[in-house]
């Protein structure tokens, strides 16, 4: 186990490079499962969730060649089984693609239900809903879930809620279908159009992925034999944009596309920082003698506000002036984390979807834990803004989606020692 020893009260400035984006790599990866011939994909991030995918591909007998560091080479040709259950599948959320991926490449699917952040419920019920749609019978039984047609034909199906997770599972089945698919109240996320271009690129027909409806046409074979490159991560850049208005710094986030970024850019202007754009580029700076401004927040699928950006948000919230809000529209238990906030002096008051944020609070350092990978950078952020000390536990946490988290940090000017406790 390893602790993050953290000295707040310091400015941060300088330059963050992005990395590719977490969760358009593990649904292209999967993609890259269903797909007939080798593809290489790069931009990917360094970090643990993603190693956890690729070695669960090879376990499934996948070629898996990493080029370099931030590239891999898959050819699933030798793929040698439909089920996935080895204890692995339970370490992240991600792996749940291998459902659609297998059951379009194998017409039958069996895994181990998939593990991942703890946010209350995470129901499959739109996922099964999709597989049936294509003709597939579904069961969960012992923990496993099974997928099974005797021919996957294309079909259409309305999603009640907007689920980032099915509308990928239903693409990665409905590429191999026969005959045309329509996912209607599809999410609109940048990796779902990510993962579009890949699919594409190795010979899918889906068009009008960034909208809510999209509409796939199956193809028996997807040649694949080509290069692709991920998007760079969205939650990654705002995490270090949201450092400069929280320490009075100055942090320009490189290789980015701000039109991902602008829910959150929107937000920050609101609460008085000031925010530059370049082609690939966005630099906040905030005068530390000003003070930022509260104001009210809703998470929603994309375009909305991220949830994945609502723990550090609500941080930020912590130092603005004034009362701030959250409103949580996605997840029904997301602010388990509060409660280490409150330990450092936060004045915030959870109901239900809704926290309440007393801004102007002196935070101080504290001992807490990171309570899963978003929460636990928030914990990181209060730190940074903290008076003294903080030791945030539970790291590995925050090191599975956060690549080359303390060197990119120590280089704007963090203070963070890291402890292995080997005990
Ligand atoms: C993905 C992200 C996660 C992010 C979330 C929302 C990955 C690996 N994870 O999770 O970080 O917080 O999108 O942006 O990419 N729902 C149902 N039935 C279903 C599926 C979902 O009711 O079958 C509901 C969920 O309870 C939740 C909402 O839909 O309230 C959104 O979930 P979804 O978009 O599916 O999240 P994930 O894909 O699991």
Redesign the pocket.
């Known amino acids: 186990m390893r602790t993050y020893h953290i000295e707040g009260g310091h400015r941060l400035a300088g330059d963050v490079p992005i990395g590719g984006s977490k969760?358009a790599a593990?649904?292209i990866i999967a993609a890259a499962m269903v797909v007939d011939g080798p593809s290489v994909i790069e931009n990917l991030p360094e970090v643990r969730d993603i190693d956890t995918l690729l070695k669960i591909c090879s376990d499934l007998g996948a070629k898996v060649e990493r080029q370099n560091s931030t590239c891999v080479r898959i050819d699933p040709s030798s793929i040698n089984t439909h089920e996935a259950m080895q204890p692995l599948m339970e370490s992240i959320?991600?792996s749940y693609y291998l459902m659609g991926a297998l059951l379009g490449r194998f017409k039958k699917v069996k895994l181990r239900m998939p593990g991942?952040?703890d946010?209350g419920?995470?129901?499959?019920?739109?996922?099964?809903k999709g597989f049936q749609a294509l003709g597939a019978r579904t069961e969960v039984a012992h923990g496993n879930v099974s997928c099974e047609a005797d021919q996957l034909v294309g079909g259409s199906v309305f999603l009640?809620?907007?689920?980032?997770?099915?509308t990928?599972n239903i693409i990665l089945a409905a590429v191999k279908a026969e005959g045309k698919t329509v996912i209607d109240n599809a999410?609109r996320?940048p990796?779902i159009v990510d993962l579009a271009n890949f699919l594409n690129t190795m010979g899918a027909d889906i068009r009008g992925a960034g909208t809510d409806v999209i509409r796939i046409e199956g193809r028996p074979y997807l040649p694949a034999n080509q290069e692709y490159a991920i998007i760079p991560d969205q939650i990654e850049a705002g995490t270090y944009m949201m450092l400069a208005p929280l320490t009075g710094g100055d942090i320009k986030v490189c290789g980015v596309i701000p039109k991902h970024m602008e829910p959150l850019t929107a937000k920050l202007k609101e609460m008085g920082a000031k925010v530059e754009e370049g082609e690939e580029y966005i630099r906040v700076t905030h005068n530390n003698g000003k003070k930022l401004k509260a104001t009210s927040f809703k998470t929603m699928?994309y375009p909305g506000f991220?949830?994945?950006l609502q723990p550090q948000a609500v941080v930020l919230q912590c130092v603005a002036d004034g009362t701030g809000r959250m409103l949580e529209n996605?997840?029904?238990n997301r602010y388990q984390y509060v409660d280490n906030l409150r330990m450092m002096g936060a004045n915030i008051l959870t109901s239900g979807k809704l926290a309440v944020i007393q801004g102007g609070a002196k935070l101080t350092g504290a001992r807490v834990k990171a309570r899963d990978l978003r929460a636990g950078a928030a914990m990181v952020m209060a730190a940074l803004a903290a008076e003294g000390t903080s030791v945030v536990e539970e790291v590995e946490k925050i090191e599975r989606g956060y690549e080359f988290f303390i060197d990119k940090m120590r280089n704007i000017g963090a203070k963070i020692k890291v402890v292995e406790n080997n005990s």
């Open positions: 969760n593990l649904a959320r991600g991942g952040c946010f419920s995470r129901p499959i019920d739109l996922h099964l009640d809620t907007v689920s980032v997770g099915a990928v999410a996320e990796h699928p991220p949830t994945d996605v997840w029904e």
